[in-house]
């Protein structure tokens, strides 16, 4: 099954990589997918610090398409409100909608996941 690697993951991997460092085995394994919303959230970070082999290396893994379901995404935003669970936003609902259209796992050290998990029936990466 693939993994969707969200941003939070990269960010760390491309810092430190002291949280990140099982990237490393799926890289390896060429088990990990992207999406747009994700390489929009790093590639201008990227560009400013003049990471071009990064940025190539990113546009090289293969890429979900987004299929952007409007209804679905409220949806999960009301169960949410109703549920408590307030702050979770757009990006991420937009990211667990991709995972489970795409039936992947999602690789994130953000806990807004953690709580949407059971609630949107997404699975989540076990570090």
């Known amino acids: 099954m693939h993994v969707l690697v969200d941003t939070s993951v990269w960010i760390d991997y491309f810092r ?13 394994e060429n088990l990990i997918v992207t999406n747009d919303l994700i390489l929009t959230e790093l590639i201008p970070f ?5 990471q071009s082999k990064l940025i190539g290396l990113l546009n090289d893994v293969t890429k979900l398409s987004l299929q ?13 409100l109703r549920s408590g669970i307030n702050g979770i936003g757009i990006p991420d609902l937009l990211i667990a ?16 996941f953690k709580l949407i998990k059971d609630m949107i029936d997404i699975e989540l990466y076990d570090v």
């Open 16 to 28: 430190s990589g002291l949280i990140s460092s099982p990237l490393d085995t799926l890289i390896d």
């Open 46 to 50: 990227l560009r400013v610090k003049n």
């Open 68 to 80: 952007i379901d409007w209804e679905e995404l409220i949806q999960f935003q009301t169960h949410c």
């Open 97 to 112: 909608q991709n995972a489970k259209q795409n039936k992947c796992i999602i690789y994130s050290l953000d806990k807004h």
